[in-house]
């Protein structure tokens, strides 16, 4: 009844010829139908998955939007802010220059 597997020279062929044959049976006997697209459209929970994705996804874009323009309009913000101050001191250092040039006449 013992099998040597040290003398065996496959000892996967040892496990097919003792393996239990009415596993592939259980399989056989469920009788599933094989998925397909239009299976899984008539489906109303996939029907509803789907519609709650897409709700999903359709918040995510619009909040995304949201936070972009919030960003952009801060950005513009700063933006303007560092030209009004280099406009600004550019003034100034043009003032400077003039009065330097007038007090040397």
Do not use: W
């Not at 399989?27 to 996939?46: A, N």
């Not at 509803?48 to 918040?59: P, R, W, Y």
């Not at 909040?63 to 001191?89: G, M, T, Y």
């Amino acid at each position: 009844m013992y099998h040597n597997y040290a003398n065996s020279p496959n000892i996967y062929h040892f496990y097919l010829e003792y393996r239990d044959d009415d596993a592939d049976d259980v399989t056989d006997d469920l009788g599933f139908e094989p998925l397909t697209m239009e299976l899984l459209r008539s489906d109303k929970q996939f029907v509803k998955s789907v519609k709650k994705q897409q709700k999903d996804v359709e918040v995510t874009r619009k909040r995304h939007a949201k936070d972009r323009s919030a960003l952009q309009r801060q950005h513009c913000i700063v933006f303007d802010k560092v030209v009004a101050v280099q406009e600004r001191e550019k003034t100034q250092q043009a003032k400077i220059v003039e009065r330097a040039s007038k007090s040397k006449r």
